[in-house]
């Protein structure tokens, strides 16, 4: 399976390379590309309502030249050992938007520019306590835009998690052993504070639950 995974790696390259070469020929020597694939990733098919188990290759691109850091544009392919190699390879092909797509989404970009100077020449006619009015309600909307964008990531973490925990099985804990216990309560140099006893604890009943754990442990 690894010279499998390294041939869609080398595969998905050459796309990204591809797609650079038509959404921006000019400038394509600014980007930098990169590929890399997670295993054992679990997820639900929406067109069977199967739990898959399998890799993700990532794709991203990378724009060096931002001043205030790298703007990245990435998109991914799932898949088994079990699928056939061709169809992982088209659906990697598939994955970026074709020249007609591109046309497409700069006339988007070229609309979404030409508003913002209907705006601006709007709020040039207005009184200053009018534009002062508009300019604060089109806050409150982008504000509220972002809020509700992140609400609905918070909201398919959430539901990958509880997903994740009911099909992947983690390894029982049941037990400290011996030599930890001994070396918690007789050779540790200093005393733990309340925090690092409950973060213990909670690192311990996780690791007894049967789940897979994923924790940031920091301090």
Excluded at 76 to 81: A, D, G, P, Q, S
Aim: with cysteine; proline share 2%; net charge neutral.
């Amino acid at each position: 399976m690894k010279e499998t995974l390294n041939e869609l790696k080398a595969k998905a390259l050459a796309e990204l390379e591809a797609f650079i070469n038509r959404a921006d020929a000019e400038n394509k020597d600014k980007f930098l590309l990169a590929a890399h694939i997670d295993a054992d990733v679990t997820w639900k098919d929406l067109k069977t309502n199967e739990i898959k188990t399998g890799y993700v290759l990532h794709m991203s691109i990378f724009n060096n030249e931002v001043q205030d850091g790298p703007q990245i544009d990435t998109t991914y392919v799932r898949f088994t050992k079990d699928d056939d190699i061709e169809d992982i390879k088209k659906r990697i092909a598939e994955a970026f938007p074709t020249q007609e797509q591109l046309d497409e989404m700069k006339k988007q970009e070229e609309a979404r520019r030409a508003f913002q100077e209907q705006m601006q020449q709007q709020l040039q006619g207005m009184s200053p306590e009018e534009a002062a009015q508009a300019v604060n309600q089109m806050q409150q909307a982008k504000y509220r835009f972002i809020y509700e964008e992140l609400f609905v990531n918070q909201l398919t973490l959430i539901k990958q998690k509880k997903l994740k925990n009911e099909i992947v099985k983690g390894i029982k804990i049941t037990s400290t052993g011996k030599f930890l216990n001994k070396f918690y309560n007789e050779k540790l140099p200093f005393e733990l504070t309340d925090a690092q006893k409950r973060v213990i604890k909670e690192i311990y009943n996780d690791m007894r639950s049967g789940k897979q754990c994923n924790r940031l442990l920091q301090g």
